[in-house]
């Protein structure tokens, strides 16, 4: 039997108190668009792409790939205007139906979760050569270098990364329910709208927050705060439904989120 690494998610008792989402337990259609842009100050302009994938459910109750596209867009705020150009993109994958009943179980399984990680790819993903790429990358692959640290330090700072128990306190740690927005001259989202009969629910995952954790549903009324949905299975699954190149992706990923533990372990060291 495979061994796996429960990781509990505690939130404050606040959220416990939610609504479920999906009351219906089913959609009739979901839009995923993603969206990175950034405004020139000196040029006074806009510029970005964005990708918006389209699901449909047909007569037989299946879930389908309808559309999918991809926009180049400028935007000149001295004059006003717009430049655009959209692409339509190819699906070579068939969609999974389960993965969508899957998706809207989980949007409504949160405060409390458990991640699981299979022992084994956990140490595959955090070996020795995704450490030195990411050390080398803030200019501290030195700590990993015989020439500045004994053999013994160096194989210390390895295993610290490489760590369950150091991986299980970052879960807990990092990913709460604090949430933030977008830099006021960047964007960089995943906006998903879901379409359940009379109702329509808005849900973004914003950057800065981490691999886009706590999903944000956005308030039925304006100036309320918006409900924070933590549930890293949500990444998990979306990343499934979302074809291969899809804008911001990897953003969700498995490997983004041991990216950011190692980063994460590596200021806990104090080496960063």
């Excluded at 993603?34 to 879930?63: A, F, H, Q």
């Excluded at 595959?124 to 200019?139: E, M, S, T």
């Excluded at 160096?154 to 879960?171: H, P, V, W």
């Amino acid at each position: 039997m495979k061994n796996y690494f429960l990781i509990l998610i505690i939130l404050s008792g606040s959220l416990y108190s939610q609504s479920k989402i999906i009351e219906s337990n089913e959609i009739d259609s979901l839009i995923v668009e993603s969206l990175i842009s950034g405004y020139s100050i000196s040029k006074s302009r806009v510029k970005g792409i964005k990708d918006s994938l389209i699901i449909k459910k047909s007569t037989d109750n299946e879930y389908y790939y309808s559309n999918y596209s991809r926009e180049k867009f400028t935007y000149y705020s001295k004059t006003n205007k717009w430049k655009k150009v959209k692409k339509e993109l190819k699906i070579k994958s068939k969609l999974n139906s389960a993965l969508i009943s899957e998706f809207i179980s989980q949007l409504d399984s949160f405060p409390n979760t458990q991640y699981k990680i299979n022992s084994t790819r956990f140490l595959k993903l955090v070996n020795k050569k995704r450490i030195l790429r990411i050390a080398k990358h803030y200019d501290i692959d030195w700590n990993f270098k015989k020439r500045f640290n004994s053999d013994e330090d160096i194989e210390l700072q390895f295993k610290s990364i490489q760590s369950l128990d150091s991986f299980n306190e970052f879960i807990q740690r990092v990913f709460t329910d604090d949430f933030g927005y977008n830099p006021t001259h960047y964007s960089n989202y995943i906006k998903l709208t879901i379409f359940e009969e009379n109702n329509v629910k808005t849900i973004y995952g914003y950057y800065p927050n981490p691999v886009k954790q706590p999903w944000l549903l956005d308030p039925k009324e304006l100036g309320n705060e918006p409900t924070a949905i933590l549930n890293l299975d949500i990444n998990k699954t979306l990343f499934e439904i979302l074809p291969s190149d899809f804008l911001n992706r990897n953003s969700i990923s498995e490997s983004a989120l041991i990216d950011k533990y190692i980063i994460w372990n590596l200021r806990q060291q104090k080496l960063l």
